[in-house]
């Protein structure tokens, strides 16, 4: 459902203008962080790279755990540790004490804010667990709780759709751990540049959300490195423009829900340039065999095999491809929610610190 023509008056002519900066700001972001973020985080990886944790967990809330769970997949393919993602309430809510000697735990936050981050890190500590907070706001309770802490270095954020602080913990969190292996982080030297490419080419989304101005649902689907960015997508469109986006990874979307695809359903896929885009091929035949107005971000030959698409730039190393992919849907997100007359830098019921318990 789109705003009346009352509604748009109403929100006046300002809006979006926030969001749209904000996104606009990602490539100086990314820049700081590499110029002036990285040393911190390689020192703060290497202290704790020599205590050697043997596993790790993942704790976060919202956009940032689209962002752990990201992380989580560097962790296991990279450093070849087990990860997991952590349910809070089995300690803020349950009062659950678990054995964490040993154990790296890591908590993403924009803010630092949320009660039950703060909490459950804090009992984490008290169990034995190396303690990292990630956040954008290094004077926060959840940074003064934490043992180490990452600031990403991504300035204010004012609209409340998350877009550069999300980006800012992506590559945050590639250099930490690469930094734990000691390993090369120059695949991430021009993300900055590609990012700005990116951007300059907004006029392209614009086109495609007039596709889905009037869409009733979405499926988002990508495997592997890819996935967290389909959840990330369709998490800033469901807040932004209202409409039900539905992220699966691939192999989950083959065992059941693919059933509800039809030649009417628009789809996004994220197609990664390598081993997550191959895994993802035989869902990309599925759905093209069911006439799904199949829409892809990936490589050209992949967007020239779907309906529409955005292509992103090639020769990127798979592993820091999200930091690009998200930034062609955030601007989706933000034409789709315009062109429905709504204002995404405000949307309806949300608050900027969300304070869960």
């Given at each position: ?88 309430s089995t300690t803020t809510a349950y009062g659950a004490e678990p ?259």
């Amino acid at each position: 459902m789109s705003a009346t023509t009352d509604d748009r008056d109403a929100l006046g002519p300002d809006r979006g203008t926030i969001m749209s900066a904000e996104m606009a700001e990602q490539p100086a972001v990314l820049r700081r962080i590499l110029a002036e973020g990285a040393p911190a985080i390689r020192a703060i990886a290497a202290e704790i790279a020599a205590r050697n944790p043997r596993f790790v967990l993942l704790t976060a809330r919202g956009t940032s755990d689209n962002a752990a769970l990201y992380a989580k997949y560097l962790i296991e393919v990279l450093l070849g540790k087990p990860a997991g993602l952590t349910s809070m309430s089995t300690t803020t809510a349950y009062g659950a004490e678990p054995d964490l000697t040993d154990c790296l735990v890591v908590t993403v936050s924009q803010s630092g804010g949320s009660p039950d981050l703060v909490a459950s890190t804090e009992a984490a500590r008290k169990a034995g667990a190396i303690t990292l907070a990630v956040t954008n706001n290094p004077d926060s309770a959840l940074a003064a709780v934490s043992e180490f802490h990452i600031d990403v270095l991504a300035g204010p954020e004012k609209a409340l759709p998350a877009t550069k602080t999300y980006t800012a913990e992506l590559l945050a969190l590639y250099l930490f751990v690469e930094g734990l292996r000691g390993g090369d982080t120059s695949p991430a030297d021009l993300l900055p540049t590609l990012a700005r490419d990116i951007l300059d080419r907004r006029h392209e989304v614009a086109e495609l959300a007039q596709r889905y101005r009037f869409a009733q649902r979405l499926v988002i689907t990508s495997r592997g490195y890819g996935y967290p960015t389909a959840r990330e997508a369709a998490l800033k469109i469901m807040e932004t423009s209202y409409i039900p986006a539905q992220p699966f990874s691939g192999a989950d979307l083959l065992h059941g829900p693919l059933a509800m695809v039809d030649n009417v359903s628009p789809v996004i896929a994220v197609v990664p340039d390598g081993k997550g885009g191959d895994a993802l091929q035989p869902v990309l035949e599925r759905l093209r065999g069911r006439g799904a107005d199949l829409m892809v971000i990936g490589t050209a030959d992949q967007v020239g095999r779907a309906s529409a698409g955005f292509v992103l730039p090639e020769g990127v190393a798979e592993e820091v491809q999200p930091i690009l992919e998200i930034i062609p849907l955030q601007l989706l997100a933000y034409e789709v929610t315009m062109a429905r007359g709504l204002d995404p830098d405000a949307p309806r019921a949300l608050a900027k610190v969300t304070k869960t318990h």
